[in-house]
């Protein structure tokens, strides 16, 4: 860490640093003593703190410029800012004297703060299209190689209405995160939300193409690694959850999988992301076929984000397939507990309750601007 600048480490007749003074200027007592800070007769430096700073204005000149300076050189991909100076104004050669000291200054843009934002949030994001003769699967946040070849690497889906996506379905992408990277077992890629389609005929189901549309505002601007695939809303009839994995694994894994640094490839796990009630419904006699439990949770496997008051290992103890497949599901739990859902987030709506803080502003806004959920016939 860098050391103290010399306007900071210039110490007052009082005893005080630069820094602690500047502190003080904003304390309560200071309040009394000064004026209200940076107003009135603090600004003027006539308050005894105030004073105190005046004295060594020309150290703390030098050193706001020296940090200047650093900053420059240490944060180059940080947008570089010009001070606009009052016409008129006298340079320092001519005054003798710094103008910051005397004259107020403008911080204005230097053209070469307006070059793109290096930021992944702020990137372009692609769309979806909405037929399947414009689909293209989605890779923009797909890294090409690992960072640590001694893991196995892991992309996780989630399957599901999203009708519209709330908070909860965004921490669970981030909860499954810790439990990954807390394993130590795998480096994960990417996350991807695949929304059901139109045919699942789910009540209060909007159309697919607002509910992918939703689910891309959701993460295009609050995350650098979730995903948005369009292929399952496309379908013209119900894709089974086993049949929606087998064609992630087919779009990431077709070429071989992801490249690694001596030119082979290794073929990244795909792990369902469900939550508690999901892996319930596997229990439920008739609900799920058990050839496509065996090919969903042997060959894929599942995480599981445990839901409120459930006790998901009792579940899986109880149930021999689930059992069976026991190594190859993750539980993860929820030590701060959300349960937000989207059925309540509709109720809200149709209601004329505030649903902020539930769900994105992004999401609430294409919510109002397209009318959804406020009405029986608009869902």
Known sequence: MAGPTPGERHLTAGGDTQMSLRFKALSADSYCLDSPPFTGAAVAGAGPVTQALGDSVEEATAAHAAHVANAAHANHDVPEWGLD??????????????????????????????????????????????????????????????????????????CGSFSPPTYLHLRMFEMAKDQVIESGQYELMAGYYSPVSDQYKKEGLAKATHRVRMCELAVERSSNWLMVDAWESLQGEYQRTAVVLDHFNSEINGD??????????????????????????????????????????????????????????????????????????????????NDISSSKVRLFVKRGYSIKYLLPNSVIQYIEQNGLYSAPDSL
């Not at 037929?131 to 996780?156: A, N, Q």
């Not at 596997?282 to 042997?298: N, T």
């Open 85 to 158: 100076k009052d016409e008129g104004a006298p340079s320092d050669n001519e005054s003798g004297s710094s103008v910051i000291l005397e004259q107020p200054l403008r911080m204005t843009p230097t053209s070469s703060s307006r070059r793109k934002p290096r930021s992944p949030y702020m990137a372009p994001v692609p769309r979806q299209g909405q037929t399947l003769d414009t689909y293209e699967f989605p890779r923009h946040r797909l890294p090409e190689r690992m960072r640590d070849e001694s893991k196995t690497p892991l992309v996780i889906v989630a």
């Open 256 to 337: 071989g999988g992801i490249l690694l640094e001596d030119g082979t490839r290794r073929r990244v796990k795909i792990m369902l992301l469900a939550g508690g009630d999901l892996i319930q419904s596997m229990g439920e006699p008739g609900v799920w076929a058990d050839a496509d439990l065996h090919h969903i949770l042997g060959l894929y496997g599942c995480l599981i984000i445990e839901r409120t008051g459930a006790d998901v290992w009792s579940f899986l103890l109880s149930h021999d397939l689930l059992w069976h497949h026991r190594r190859n599901l993750i539980v993860v739990k929820q030590t701060i507990y």
